[in-house]
């Protein structure tokens, strides 16, 4: 998992208001490094997900970082790629990165966004 010091692209829903929490929250535990973070809310733009290779109904649930390479991690791939290059959260990036854990987290993962999603009648 590419970790470099480029920038990093993150797909977000923007429309989701735990998730602007969450990048604003991120932005502010990343200090000098939030500046190597490129948001990008997923927000009416199914034509340029597509021609980036993601699925716009995946981009709503889950979160999608492009690397320095250009590849596209999903999902926990995604946040650890994210947290990893933030001194801060980089134990919490490995912690999730764990055989043991990452199982269950990414069943919380999933079954949280699509509860968000169905109540905000968008899945």
């Known amino acids: ?6 920038p990093l692209t993150v797909y ?7 998730c602007v929490r969450d990048r604003a929250r991120y932005e502010r535990l990343a ?18 997900l597509r021609r980036r290779g993601i699925d716009p109904h995946a981009a709503l649930r889950e979160l999608h970082v492009a690397d320095t390479d250009g590849r596209v991690h999903r999902e926990l791939d995604a ?13 919490l990036a490995w912690l999730i990165g764990l055989p043991v854990i990452r199982p269950l ?18 899945l």
């Open 1 to 6: 998992m590419a970790t470099g010091r480029g």
């Open 12 to 18: 977000y829903d923007g429309a989701c208001p735990r």
């Open 31 to 48: 200090g000098e490094h939030a500046a190597d973070t490129c948001w990008v809310d997923i927000s009416g733009r199914d034509d340029e």
């Open 79 to 91: 946040y650890i790629v994210l947290m990893a290059r933030t001194p801060r959260l980089r134990p």
């Open 105 to 122: 987290l990414s069943w919380l993962y999933r079954t949280a966004v699509l509860h968000r999603l169905r109540a905000s009648g968008r």
